[in-house]
């Protein structure tokens, strides 16, 4: 079992966010038929359906982003890929896992959903809607990019439908955005957030990442001194991580580097740490490691909370994840495979994984404890199983480190805990799906 006291502190490559179990590196492509065996099953009642729409456009690449996105792509060819998404929709919900379900919760991720015009969101969105209506959604996040905002565009994302909109901000500082490929300015930051205030969202969300390149102790303070400023309804804050496909790793290994160019894991916990307390101070409530929210009655994370406790969630388009009655799948990497894939009738598989009903138990409990608190009589009732004896062991060491205290049948992580908790979860893998990418 791991001590997280053992762990290195500088920042080196590679993905220590966890947000599925088992890891991808255990998913394959020799198991892809059985993701078209399962949607060819009646669902189970009672496991809500969400849908996730993955737009990969945007005006720039991020020195750190990982994710599938273009940045040089025409109109004609953003038109034919949207075709291609709402082809894949019209397909999998004839499927007799969704036929009939209306999903619970919708999310437009990318890239950058706010890349596409409000024609283009008008258009996509009541295609989507005759497929499969979302009426009795109870979320529909929506991620931005400052920059791309205008009151033309934010009033077609509101009349789609959208409830929380999320503004990628990052961070506040011109340079700092710039030195790390960001594609807006803090100018644009204050005219979106003004914007999206006049629309009326029921949520607006603030993102920052804490640790980037050349940021400071007297950046981060006003980081968080501006975000209390703006008052939003939630705030996610997520620490820098160098995964392997980003331009920084590129650089670090023409250059021969081992550690990145930007703070070390103890300073990048200890930035988040301070902003936690001082959101705590602003009235807000710490809702997981990495989200505070103002009102906990009425700002909630519905995309969040229902992946991790188990729903089902059809992913469209170039290289989305889903989740299909315990089969987990990834769509084909590269636009032009998916595309040709869905122009053919085919569904875009790439790589999958079934799991068993213990490694469904297990993905739902490493992930609860992100939100720093597990009921066990949750897993009793759903799977039978007493996750404080099973982990008695690694949960009792973890107690010893001052990282969290079992109560009455419940885990509750302390600050500490939570701001290293993807570190902590690795204990609770099986032990042939546990690596040593953790710091």
């Not at 075709?83 to 619970?104: C, F, N, Y």
């Not at 107690?399 to 419940?410: I, S």
């Amino acid at each position: 079992m791991s001590s997280v006291a053992d762990k290195k502190k500088a920042t080196r490559a590679g993905n220590y966010f966890i947000s599925n179990y088992p890891p991808f590196s255990f998913w394959s492509d020799d198991q892809n038929a059985q993701v078209e065996a399962v949607y060819d099953q009646p669902s189970k009642e009672g496991v809500p359906l969400g849908l996730y729409h993955h737009i990969p456009f945007c005006r720039r690449r991020c020195h750190f982003c990982y994710f599938r996105v273009y940045t040089d792509k025409s109109a004609d060819e953003i038109k034919h890929y949207l075709d291609s998404t709402v082809t894949e929709l019209e397909m999998m919900a004839r499927k007799p896992l969704i036929e009939g379900r209306k999903p619970k919760f919708i999310y437009f991720g990318g890239g950058t959903p706010s890349y596409l015009s409000a024609k283009q969101l008008g258009e996509l969105t009541d295609r989507m809607k005759a497929i499969l209506p979302w009426d009795d959604a109870e979320e529909v996040a929506f991620e931005c990019e400052p920059g791309t905002l205008n009151p033309g565009k934010l009033a077609a994302i509101k009349d789609i439908g959208v409830t929380r909109l999320s503004l990628g901000i990052e961070n506040f500082d011109d340079h700092i955005l710039e030195i790390n490929g960001r594609a807006h300015r803090s100018k644009e930051v204050g005219r979106a957030y003004e914007r999206a205030q006049a629309e009326g969202f029921d949520q607006i969300n603030i993102d920052l990442i804490s640790g980037m390149i050349e940021e400071t102790e007297e950046n981060w303070q006003r980081n968080i001194e501006k975000t209390i400023e703006y008052a939003p309804d939630s705030v996610t804050i997520y620490q820098m991580e160098i995964p392997y496909n980003t331009t920084i790793y590129k650089e670090m290994k023409d250059n021969g580097k081992l550690v990145a160019p930007v703070a070390d894991w103890e300073t990048k916990r200890r930035w988040v740490k301070e902003a936690f307390a001082a959101l705590e101070s602003a009235g807000y409530t710490i809702s997981s490691g990495y989200t505070a929210v103002k009102n906990p009655e009425k700002t909630k994370f519905e995309y969040r909370d229902s992946l991790w406790g188990g729903a089902d969630l059809l992913g469209l388009g170039v290289a989305s994840f889903s989740h299909a009655a315990g089969v987990h799948y990834q769509n084909l990497t590269e636009i032009d495979d998916y595309t040709k894939a869905i122009e053919a009738g085919q569904m875009p598989t790439k790589r999958s994984f079934r799991t068993t009903e213990e490694q469904r138990m297990i993905r739902e409990f490493i992930l609860q404890m992100k939100l720093g608190k597990v009921d066990s009589s949750y897993f009793d009732q759903k799977f039978g199983v007493d996750v404080v004896n099973r982990w008695s062991d690694e949960l009792e060491q973890l107690t010893d480190e001052g990282l969290l205290n079992v109560t009455d049948g419940k885990i509750l992580l302390e600050r500490d805990g939570l701001l290293c908790v993807d570190n902590i979860l690795h204990d609770f893998f099986l032990p042939e799906h546990r690596t040593d990418r953790i710091v």
